[in-house]
Antibody, heavy 121, light 107 residues
Framework: DVQLLESGGGLVQPGGSLRLSCAAS????????MTWVRQAPGKGLEWVSV????????YFGDSVKGRFTVSRDNSKNTLYLQMNSLRAEDTAVYYCAKSFTSNWDANLDYWGRGTLVTVSS | EIVLTQSPDFQSVTPKEKVTITCRASQTIGNNLHWYQQKPDQSPKLLIKYASQSISGVPSRFSGSGSGTDFTLTINSLEAEDAAAYYCHQSSGLPLTFGGGTKVEIK
């Protein structure tokens, strides 16, 4: 069975940094693009970033561009999201999700349980 | 950016009723439209891919239709376990976007 397990969330002060991880199992990790989606408390879903299966192509939403980076280690079946210069509006549950293909242009067929990031002083 | 507009925002429905949720894209996206269900305190789950393709393990009462700019998610004979928020999502262009969501409540 496909499993995605996020970790690394927590409370951080404005301007601080945090690195999220997503450990994947149950599929050939390097064959699929991976996506980060976030959900602010009581709000809808917001796409954050996507990385191709090989890791050489990345895209970001405008709200995080220049502050967040995404990477993956296919030898460890792990996806990362480095978040810098955090703001209160970045407070959300962060989900990692598996793309149906190796590129960004597909549905998200499996999602993790999410990890909560709270940005507050 | 491709904006997805869902309607209604909220629907209160009696069990066994039919539910229809619409998603309108701000520009044509072919069939690159997917539907997700998110139950309270759970992560989203894929319900329908590419506008109308069913997903293994999803009950047959869920179906999708549409292409271009107008899409519909239909739940035939609603069950109590279908209480959830439903989101559409487009994978036609970057940035990837989601609709604002439709919350379905069981009367």
């Amino acid at each position: 069975d496909v499993q995605l397990l996020e970790s690394g969330g927590g409370l951080v002060q404005p301007g601080g940094s945090l690195r999220l991880s997503c450990a994947a199992s149950g599929f050939t990790f390097g064959r699929n693009a991976m996506t980060w989606v976030r959900q602010a408390p009581g709000k809808g879903l917001e796409w954050v970033s996507v990385i191709s299966g090989s890791g050489d192509i990345t895209y970001f939403g405008d709200s995080v561009k220049g502050r967040f980076t995404v990477s993956r280690d296919n030898s460890k079946n792990t996806l990362y999201l480095q978040m810098n210069s955090l703001r209160a509006e970045d407070t959300a549950v962060y989900y990692c999700a598996k793309s149906f293909t190796s590129n960004w242009d597909a549905n998200l067929d499996y999602w993790g349980r999410g990890t909560l990031v709270t940005v507050s002083s | 950016e491709i904006v997805l507009t869902q309607s209604p925002d909220f629907q209160s429905v009696t069990p066994k009723e039919k539910v229809t949720i619409t998603c309108r894209a701000s520009q044509t996206i072919g069939n690159n439209l997917h539907w997700y269900q998110q139950k309270p305190d759970q992560s989203p789950k894929l319900l329908i891919k590419y506008a109308s393709q069913s997903i293994s393990g999803v009950p047959s009462r869920f179906s999708g239709s549409g292409s271009g700019t107008d899409f519909t998610l239909t739940i035939n004979s609603l069950e109590a376990e279908d209480a959830a928020a439903y989101y559409c999502h487009q994978s036609s262009g970057l940035p990837l976007t989601f609709g604002g969501g439709t919350k379905v409540e069981i009367k």
